[in-house]
């Protein structure tokens, strides 16, 4: 069976620290699971990180269609090029042609705005257990450096959530709906972050707590890698 990988992309106008957060809030998320399930993962591989970052396939011809990251960007900029169409991108992503020969969770930065379908600039797009599309775009405008890094480790988490699917739907409480989107209640970086503020209130009540998730979040994606070894879903 193929292990399931984690895919870090992000586009070339995103900065160097940025990428790094990207990088270290996720290696630091993962580390957390062996952390919790040292008997299971003595046996067991981590899930992989692969940081490819702002990648170009070389053994494809220059510019042919899922051939670099760039290509990606390309097709899917909003017609005046100033937002990545949040959608747009995820469509690429589930269209890519190694999607379901190689199983992984896509998580991607991007320096230009972000749009959702209704042309909203947005923190993040996500397909919940596939992909997100995050964006820097609204942190670089309202905070300076060390702000910034918090807040985008705190968005990283959050997003990194989607995309492995938490919370499960199934949950019996500390579970909310926003949009047909599942969220978590409790003190926790799951809860519903659909704007700027909700991401700054967000960031002030986690900040200088232990980890990101909440106890209920952090064992459902336990589970979710667990049951991805496994093959169960
Ligand atoms: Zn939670």
Known sequence: MMETFISLTWSQDVEEGE???LVYTVTYL?????????????????PPIRPFGDWVILMMPQGSAYSSMDWYIKHSVT????????????RLVEMEPWQSSTPHFDLALVGRDLNDAQGRSVLSVVRSGMAAVVSVHQLRRSFEK??????????????????????LPGRKTGLQYVDEHSYCTHLCAMRPMMTLDDLVELSEQI??????????????????????YYGMN
Not at 146 to 161: D, M, Q, T
Not at 207 to 228: H, N, P
Request: charged share 20%; glycine share 10%; net charge positive.
């Open 19 to 21: 990428a790094h957060v």
């Open 30 to 46: 993962v580390a957390q699971l062996g952390k919790r399930l040292p008997f299971w993962f003595q046996f067991q591989a981590m």
């Open 79 to 90: 017609p005046d090029g100033r937002a990545v169409d949040g959608l747009a991108y995820l």
């Open 146 to 167: 060390e702000e910034r890094i918090v807040k985008l480790s705190h968005l990283v988490a959050h997003n990194f959530g989607r995309v492995v699917g938490i919370p």
């Open 207 to 228: 900040r200088g707590r232990w980890g990101f998730y909440c106890d209920v979040c952090q064992s459902e994606m336990e589970a979710v890698f667990i049951s991805k």
